[in-house]
């Protein structure tokens, strides 16, 4: 059923017992929805795409999370994206298929995300308030991804938290801010503050 990539199958093999199960069924509802849906695996997690990210997975030990790229954007007719958890996830943490709504209903959702992006509809960048010491919600979905990069973020001071969230927030399209994000996630996972480059060794 539609392009299955060998990466992914590897990552669900690898996942906790009570993940793969509800990984198999999203990845089966995804090709439903949109036959031509394209699989990638982009930080380490599985991705689904089609003319830009739709939903991206991340299994943790104790829960699964299910994020759409653009669900501040999305219909929401049931009212179930408004779970905002730091942990990767439109839907919230995952820890079983009763967590999930019924298969029609994610299918609709899973059509109006595809829909978005067939019809080239931006999501709004957000502009944060940098006075704030919290980190952005859309920079700790991206963290999520990334075991590494999150438990190196955890570490850094304010200040290089800053730094990154500032490189984020300066960015004037949704497309460079995503770019900016995925090369800061490689640098974030090793360790690098932001202006690394720059530092004296």
């Known amino acids: 059923m539609g392009n299955r990539i060998k ?11 009570f993940a793969q199960p509800i990984m198999h069924h999203l990845r089966d509802l995804m090709h439903l929805a949109c036959p031509d849906i394209q699989e990638k695996i982009k930080w380490g997690s599985p991705n689904f795409d089609y003319k830009g990210q739709v ?19 999305m219909k929401d007719p049931y009212h179930l994206l408004q779970n905002k958890d730091e942990a990767l996830g439109s839907l919230g943490k ?5 967590d999930l709504p019924s298969d029609d209903i ?5 059509r109006d995300a595809v ?46 938290k800053k730094e990154y969230i500032e490189w984020f927030e300066e960015a004037k399209t949704e497309a460079t801010r995503t770019k ?19 530092q004296k060794k």
Do not use: C
């Open 94 to 98: 995952i820890r079983s298929m009763a």
């Open 7 to 17: 990466e992914i199958d590897d990552y669900i093999a690898k996942s906790a017992p």
């Open 180 to 198: 900016r994000i995925e090369t800061a996630l490689k640098w974030i996972a090793e360790g690098k503050s932001r202006n690394w480059k720059y």
């Open 55 to 73: 939903v991206m997975i991340a299994a943790f030990k104790e829960h699964l999370g299910m994020g759409f790229m653009k669900h501040q954007i």
């Open 106 to 110: 994610m299918i609709e959702y899973i």
């Open 115 to 160: 829909a978005l992006n067939e019809a080239g509809v931006k999501r709004k960048v957000v502009r944060y308030d940098l006075s704030k010491l919290e980190t952005p919600e859309y920079v700790l979905e991206y963290l999520s991804q990334s075991p590494a990069a999150k438990e190196q973020f955890d570490k850094f001071t304010p200040g290089n």
